[in-house]
């Protein structure tokens, strides 16, 4: 059996808080993982997103849109901030740890990388900061000085 960090929030206890902030969200504990399934409208001129959150303790929440389907940018060749498999990448390395209730960080990040998402759909640049994680002619991030 997995090791329990010390100090990890339990996940029946990240279960009750997801719940809380989110009732209608989709969630259980089995196995020593959390799986949940949320609805997330980053503002009100958004559309809603079905979200899919696996969390197990040692590991870091892995966070995919799975409605709708995420789409590409023209001028785009991969989305950005986001890990194979198109797991969204919400945080820099340290940010976030196990004992930090995920309702109030992983989701609240997700919702702003969905709205960061929507507005580079629009725009064409990543505005969100954080690192790049494609070869710099896939996706463009700031608009050229050089234009």
């Excluded at 959150?53 to 789409?71: F, M, S």
């Excluded at 340290?94 to 725009?123: K, Q, S």
Aim: charged fraction near 15%.
């Amino acid at each position: 059996m997995a090791r329990i960090p010390t100090r990890a929030v339990n996940l029946t206890r990240q279960l009750i808080a997801i719940t809380a902030v989110l009732p209608g969200a989709d969630c259980t504990v089995r196995n020593g993982e959390l799986t949940c399934t949320v609805r997330l409208q980053p503002s009100p001129a958004s559309q809603t997103y079905t979200v899919h959150l696996t969390y197990r303790h040692g590991l870091r929440p892995k966070v995919t849109v799975t409605d709708p389907p995420l789409e590409l940018h023209p001028d785009a060749k991969a989305l950005p901030h986001v890990y194979p498999g198109d797991e969204l990448c919400l945080y820099f390395p340290g940010e976030w740890n196990h004992h930090m209730l995920l309702a109030a960080t992983i989701l609240p990040w997700t919702a702003e990388w969905l709205l960061h998402y929507e507005l580079w759909l629009v725009i064409g640049y990543w505005a969100g900061g954080g690192h790049t994680h494609a070869t710099d002619d896939a996706i463009s991030y700031a608009p050229s000085r050089h234009a």
